[in-house]
């Protein structure tokens, strides 16, 4: 698979399971707003969105995922909520956590029920309609360990450890 060994977060298996979360909770018109279109994980939060959406016999819709870049996150992000403005549920990578409220704040606009996927947490107390999936496991003391591991071992294996995300309601 690769020739250096890697500890990463499954992005594509957090956005899956906040897809099914809100399906179950009967949405059918769901959105994403990644990361930068260069950053990886928002490259595996897009698969991971397109394949549930398949599994689960919705619609993909490329329109419906957004790649907000730093310096004008909150621009696009007004567009794409003025477009969607009937979406039933919407995935946030966190970096755009502050931008999308204080779009809500700022305008008076139905919220949807609200996925936000963070590394390890964003939010302090439960919300009415909002979730997150989050890591239990901190990737870099991980890293360390396995590093610790091939060194005392003397192995030359290759070790990709994929994180697996937990869903907090």
Not at 55 to 78: A, F, N, Q, T
Not at 140 to 168: D, M, R
């Amino acid at each position: 698979e690769g020739m250096i060994s890697r500890v990463t977060f499954n992005w594509r298996n957090a956005v899956s399971k906040l897809v099914e979360y809100f399906m179950e909770k009967g949405a059918d018109k769901i959105g994403l707003i990644a990361g930068a279109p260069s950053y990886v994980p928002s490259q595996e939060m897009r698969t991971g969105y397109r394949e549930a959406m398949k599994k689960h016999g919705l619609e993909y819709d490329p329109d419906m995922v957004i790649y907000p870049p730093g310096g004008k996150r909150y621009k696009e992000i007004s567009s794409y909520l003025e477009k969607f403005n009937d979406l039933d549920a919407l995935i946030v990578e966190a970096g755009s956590f502050n931008q999308l409220m204080l779009y809500f704040w700022q305008n008076d606009f139905k919220r949807p029920m609200l996925g936000f996927l963070t590394e390890s947490g964003l939010l302090e107390e439960a919300m009415p309609n909002v979730v997150e999936v989050k890591f239990e496991t901190n990737i870099y003391i991980k890293g360390v360990e396995i590093l610790f591991e091939l060194i005392e071992s003397g192995s030359s294996k290759t070790v990709n450890i994929q994180v697996a995300p937990s869903l907090v309601c």
